[in-house]
């Protein structure tokens, strides 16, 4: 069996659940039926982190949000799959997209919908507070919840393991 190391190297796409992964799972509709959602900054900053390492970035939710569209926007992530009830479906067309293989792509989800694109890509990753059936499906489980840190760690972990995380840092590091 591969260490998460060698699982790690090759990748070269993050694809994201966005309920309970960059959000903390709870959907906010206010009287007027406009609905929301809290984002958290360091998670974005992650992201964009990662992006400047040459990777690519995709939302894949069951849900429909143009707070979800927005927020994409915000980040630069042009891939971006809602309403998607057949995630594993969704998944093969991004990565046809991409012309990525298996092995180059990791996922973060946080529930059972999430399981078939788990048990598919390269890295598997979860949230600290996902559902316990995912835990037999990943490589990895963050130390933070959803919509609490849990993205950025992850990206934390893929640049320390890609060795990009130094020249990463070097712009904030300067004189």
Same mark, same amino acid.
């Given at each position: 069996m591969a260490s998460i190391f060698d699982k790690i190297l090759p990748l070269k796409a993050l694809i994201m659940d966005v309920d309970?992964?960059?959000?903390?799972?709870?959907?906010?509709?206010?009287?007027?039926? &406009?609905e929301s959602k809290q984002f958290d900054v360091r998670d974005g900053h992650g992201l964009k982190m990662l992006q400047r390492t040459g990777?690519?970035?995709?939302?894949?939710?069951?849900? =429909?949000?143009p707070v979800v569209s927005r927020r994409a926007a915000e980040l630069g992530i042009? &891939?971006?799959f809602q309403r998607? =009830?057949?995630?594993?479906?969704?998944?093969?067309?991004i990565k046809?997209?991409?012309?990525?293989g298996d092995g180059e792509i990791a996922y973060?989800?946080?529930?059972?919908?999430?399981?078939?694109?788990l048990r598919r890509v390269g890295f598997a990753a979860t949230v600290a507070d996902a559902d316990l059936e995912l835990k037999? =499906?990943?490589?990895?489980?963050?130390?933070?919840?959803?919509g609490?840190?849990?993205v950025r760690e992850l990206c934390h972990l893929i640049m320390q393991t890609q060795d990009t995380w130094d020249k990463t840092m070097a712009r904030y590091l300067a004189p």
């Open positions: 309970g992964v960059l959000t903390d799972g709870r959907v906010i509709i206010d009287s007027n039926g &406009i990777f690519t970035l995709a939302f894949l939710t069951g849900r =429909h949000s042009d &891939i971006v998607c =009830h057949d995630k594993l479906a969704a998944y093969q067309q046809q997209r991409l012309k990525l973060i989800g946080d529930d059972v919908i999430d399981i078939p694109v037999a =499906h990943v490589d990895w489980q963050s130390a933070n919840p959803g609490r840190g849990a």
